[in-house]
């Protein structure tokens, strides 16, 4: 039976480009959307460009523009830059979409209606120099619990999520003026009603979510929930649909994450989908994965799943946290004030998409913080994908093309490596099933090397001469492996299992173990990978 997978992108902020920490963190959800398309089943993968709140509205001031300006720019150039990438979302789209925005107000009147949205009026920050009440961005002070430097709504040292009241020595961010409190009212969602289902979540998921998530969600609840604004002293955002609050926008933390809802129910409906059925706890078919970095996982694991609660539709909880750690550059902390920062855009300048591809999946911080550096790149570049995967299919078909025109003989399949290749599937898919994206490239890596000592050790450059049967079943078995292989890495380097299979003219992609039979005439023979000498030539 096919399954229903719903797949969760996390939504970029449109304020500046997409990085190394950005291709780690999302990559993932591609590989499980390929993977989950070759195997027929039902997938709905999903992601936009985050293009509110105050970071948009204060660069748009500083550079004379409209917060819209700056939002559709970035916008536009993540749209490209994912497709560069081979990302094949079912959907990307934005929080300016008039979709989305409708979406978010339902839901928004649907929680006022449960009784989890309230009016209170409380002192907030005010800038008596600026004119104004500040956002938790706006605001700038010292942490709590660690002391280190924090805005007003997370300690840029340990992570903590915090609330503005909390924060100590606050002063503006724009003017550096100490701040005042001043009576301001704002709707607030009631987070602290759900802290024993969001607490029996953790409990539940505990295989399924990574450490990191498990971990930082436990923090946050054993830190103290409590009810956060859903209402902004703005003018760029989604529109509150209450009355007396046409000064105010929808917080983003509350309609960012609903994105995934928003675009998610849009796929279903243009195929004819029930949202609500295809969602429901009920439905015993469906999966869900939320993918992003670390410091996003309060956002997926507590407040969506405490939204997906109060709106009292039986949605389903996140089945599946992919919470990436993060990625270092060069053995140091990246961050754009200080301008160490890797795009995405010059990385693909330098490097074909599956090499990027493949690295971030095989190197990247799937479990701990890891670093990034052009050399490593280069490295695993030569030694996998030139000297194991490319050294494996050349040195075949190379032989073949040289000594038979290319054609090769139908022969009698190694029933050993019929064997290992239907484990080899069972193993790799069980691990992307799970997250466990290093454990699947481990394998597939063994199983291509499998492949090279296969041929070494049958020795067909002899056998051609000696035993030409023996010769037809070694080089048939060879190329049964390269078209499992072909299988078995398109969820992660797409590209280059589309050309062995056009080399070997062989049917589109499956999950499943492939049957050859009859002759095959190779097409078009060239390397796989051409080797990287150094960082300016590929």
């Known amino acids: ?75 536009e150039e993540f749209t490209k830059i994912f497709s560069r990438l081979g990302f094949e979302y079912d959907k990307y789209s934005s929080t300016m979409s ?20 309230y009016e209170k009026e409380e002192e907030q920050d005010y800038c008596l120099n600026c004119s104004k009440f500040l956002s938790d961005r706006e605001i700038v002070g010292k942490c709590p619990h660690c002391g280190g430097e924090s805005t007003g709504e997370q300690c840029d040292n340990c992570l903590a999520s915090l609330d503005t009241k909390d924060v100590l020595d606050k002063h503006c961010k724009e003017c550096g003026n100490s701040t005042v409190l001043k009576k301001n009212k704002h709707l607030y969602f009631k987070l602290t009603e759900f802290k024993d289902e969001l607490q029996k979540l953790i409990d539940d998921r505990k295989t399924k979510w990574r450490k990191n998530a498990v971990g930082e969600s436990q923090k946050y609840i054993e ?9 902004r002293q703005l003018d760029w955002g989604i529109e509150v649909p209450v009355d007396n609050y046409q000064d105010k926008r929808i917080y983003v933390w509350i309609e960012a994450v609903l994105g995934y809802l928003s675009v998610a129910k849009e796929v279903a409906e243009s195929r004819g989908i029930n949202f609500d059925e295809f969602l429901s706890d009920k439905n015993k078919n469906l999966r869900t994965y939320y993918v992003h970095g670390k410091d996003n996982i309060p956002f997926h694991t507590i407040i969506l799943s405490a939204l997906l609660c109060g709106l009292k539709l039986d949605y389903r909880l996140p089945d599946y946290i992919i919470s990436s750690a993060y990625v ?60 194991v995967l490319g050294n494996f299919v050349n040195r075949n078909l190379s032989f073949i093309e040289k000594k038979f025109d290319g054609l090769i003989k139908e022969g009698n399949i190694d029933k050993d490596i019929i064997e290992y ?49 023996a010769f037809n079943d070694t080089t048939y078995t060879c190329v049964y492996m390269m078209s499992n292989i072909a299988n078995l890495i398109n969820p992660f380097i797409p590209d280059t299992s589309k050309k062995i299979k056009d080399i070997l003219s ?12 009859g002759d095959i005439k190779i097409k078009n023979l060239s390397l796989l990978f051409e080797r990287i000498e150094d960082k300016n030539k590929k």
Request: glycine content about 8%; aromatic content about 12%.
């Open 1 to 75: 039976m096919k399954r229903d997978i719903l797949i969760g992108g996390a939504w970029p902020y449109a304020n500046y480009y997409l990085h190394v920490g950005h291709l780690a963190a999302l990559l993932p959800g591609d590989v499980l959307a390929r993977y989950y398309r070759g195997k027929g089943d039902n997938v709905i993968y999903v992601s936009g460009s985050d293009c509110h709140g105050t970071p948009i509205t204060q660069r748009a001031q500083k550079e004379g523009v409209k917060p819209s300006d700056i939002a559709n720019h970035y916008h």
């Open 506 to 517: 062989l049917e589109d992609y499956k999950w499943e173990p492939t049957k050859l039979s």
């Open 98 to 117: 008039e979709h989305h925005k409708q979406y978010v107000k339902d839901v928004f009147l649907r929680l006022i209606k449960n009784g989890y949205i």
């Open 223 to 231: 830190m103290g929930l409590v009810d956060r604004a859903v209402t």
């Open 328 to 387: 270092n550059l060069n053995d140091e902390k990246m961050s754009k004030s200080k301008g160490n920062l890797l795009t995405a855009d010059e990385l693909l300048q330098m490097f074909d998409r599956d090499t990027l591809r493949f690295y971030f999946m095989f190197y990247g911080p799937e479990t701990k913080d890891t670093n990034c550096s052009i050399d490593d790149i280069i490295q695993m570049h030569n030694k996998f994908l030139v000297g």
């Open 421 to 469: 290749t239907k484990k080899t599937y069972d193993i790799v898919g069980d691990s992307i099933e799970k997250g466990e994206f290093k454990n699947a490239l481990n394998c597939i890596v063994e199983y291509i090397s499998a492949g090279n000592k296969y041929y070494d050790e049958k020795q067909p450059w002899i056998q051609v001469k000696e035993d030409i049967n």
